[in-house]
């Protein structure tokens, strides 16, 4: 992603198991949980079952893609996924775990 022609970096998550006492190599997570929003702050439950983490996705890009009405404008800021960030979460079978 760019912005005023200058790299903008986004955050995106991987996983790592430990297998007997040694980490196996980070692998970026797929799966509809990184996309071309910021995604960080992640964390499992404490039985292991879930992972939670946030993420900036809106509807909005940078250059934008087409030109919004004003109320268009409204209704994508007034929604959950406006890009000040939400919390989601995702079954941990779904990431996959590596053999």
């Known amino acids: ?4 022609g ?6 995106d998550l991987y996983v790592s198991y430990n297998e007997n006492g040694k980490w196996r190599t980070a692998r970026h997570l ?3 949980i ?3 929003a910021e995604e960080e702050f992640p964390f499992f439950t404490p039985d292991g079952r879930y992972l939670f ?7 909005f890009t ?12 409204e209704r994508n800021l007034h929604s959950v996924l406006n890009g000040h960030g939400n919390v989601f979460f995702v079954d941990a079978t779904a990431l996959g775990r590596d053999k």
Not at 1 to 4: I, K, V
Not at 6 to 11: E, L, N, S, V
Not at 53 to 59: C, D, Q, V
Request: glycine share 12%.
């Open 30 to 32: 797929a799966h509809d």
């Open 34 to 36: 990184n996309t071309v």
């Open 1 to 4: 992603m760019t912005g005023g």
């Open 62 to 73: 940078v250059p934008v893609g087409r030109q919004l009405d004003y109320e268009q404008l």
């Open 53 to 59: 983490f946030s993420s900036e996705r809106s509807p």
């Open 6 to 11: 200058k790299a903008y970096p986004r955050g």
